[in-house]
């Protein structure tokens, strides 16, 4: 046998191990907890996505469903935990739009946008909630326009992080309304909400999940929402568009991806435990009412959704001027 048969027989070999070995994991799998990593603090819109599905899909997998918050840098901290992690189905992340928007708006990132993932599927989008302290001197959004007109640069809102969906949201209300108001970035919306009630920051352009519930409970007090349309979680509540700024609009998806290499096997049982929680009527509406319109799709399309964004995105940045060294 010469050298180069041997050398094709050896990798053709190894090949062939390499298959067998991912579909024997795969045909056990999950054979011990699933860890899902959301990268932002508790509290705040992936957290509560996660908790509202955890123990359903603990149920449709036989395993128990562990979800891990690992904050910081607007998600890229707990994300490259999951772009770290061993591609055998243990570790997923929950991740929103923003990882589009930091694939420009970070001159390095400690990860591939796409090749370090395998996208599972879309879970939903949602618009976003401007909210007020209850004691701004603003009960609607021409009130608004018009206090930070009056004292520029003394309004703050609070935000995910730089570069977050409330970040840009804010960024493009003040460009579109000729305001200057000062950003201040947190390591998740639930510190953000926290800081909201007690008056420490001014207002948020914040995830629905985690602001609706404050809303209706006094807390907090709506101005506008921020989708192409009125939010069936606030239906009386209008549209930052409708409210006196044409033009406007912001909203946030969230998917769930896993390593790279994923074994198609184990990418398959994920999406369909994923997807059978999705189509529960009870999750449908606990979602709905935090004004969260769930929208899953096959990793495919989930692939080119990831792709056509940070393509999309990365002209928002550039035209808000927003930039991370």
């Known amino acids: 046998m010469t050298k180069r048969a041997f050398s094709f027989r050896l990798s053709t070999f190894a090949f062939l191990l390499g298959v067998a070995c991912a579909s024997a994991l795969a045909q056990g799998y999950p054979s011990r907890p699933v860890r899902i990593v959301s990268p932002f603090a508790a509290g705040g819109g992936n957290d509560a996505i996660c908790r509202i599905m955890q ?10 469903v562990i979800i891990e918050n690992r904050a ?4 890229i901290v707990g994300t490259e935990v999951a772009a770290r992690a061993a591609p055998d189905g243990y570790t997923i992340a929950l991740i929103p739009s923003g ?23 879309l879970v939903g989008s949602s618009p976003l909630v401007l909210a007020v302290h209850p004691s701004l001197p603003a009960k609607n959004v021409k009130e608004l326009i018009g206090l930070a007109r009056a004292r520029p640069g003394q309004l703050t809102y609070g935000s995910a992080g730089v570069g977050s969906s409330g970040h840009l949201g ?26 909201l009630m007690s008056g420490q920051v001014t207002m948020t352009f914040g995830t629905s999940l985690s602001v609706v519930p404050h809303v209706r409970g006094g807390r907090l007090r709506a101005l506008a929402t921020t989708g192409a349309k009125r939010s069936p979680a606030l239906p009386d509540l209008p549209t930052v568009a409708e409210a006196g700024v044409p033009g406007y609009e912001a909203s946030i998806w969230y998917g769930f991806v896993a390593p790279a290499r994923l074994p198609a096997d184990i990418l398959n049982r994920l999406h369909s435990a994923i997807v059978a ?29 990831l792709v056509a964004d940070i393509g999309r995105w990365a002209k928002v940045v550039e035209r808000a001027g927003v930039r991370v060294d």
């Open 55 to 64: 123990p359903r899909l603990t149920e449709n997998l036989k395993q128990q």
């Open 72 to 75: 910081g840098a607007n998600g």
């Open 99 to 121: 990882h589009a928007v930091n694939a420009t708006l970070y001159k390095k990132l400690p990860f591939d946008s796409i090749r370090d993932f395998t996208p599972i599927t």
């Open 170 to 195: 804010g960024a493009q209300f003040e460009t579109l309304t000729g305001t200057k108001m000062t950003h201040i970035p947190y390591k998740g919306m639930g510190i953000v909400v926290v800081d």
């Open 277 to 305: 929680v999705l189509q529960l009527p009870e999750t449908r509406e606990r979602f709905a009412a935090q004004g969260l319109d769930v929208q899953h799709n096959t990793p495919e399309e989930f692939a080119k959704l």
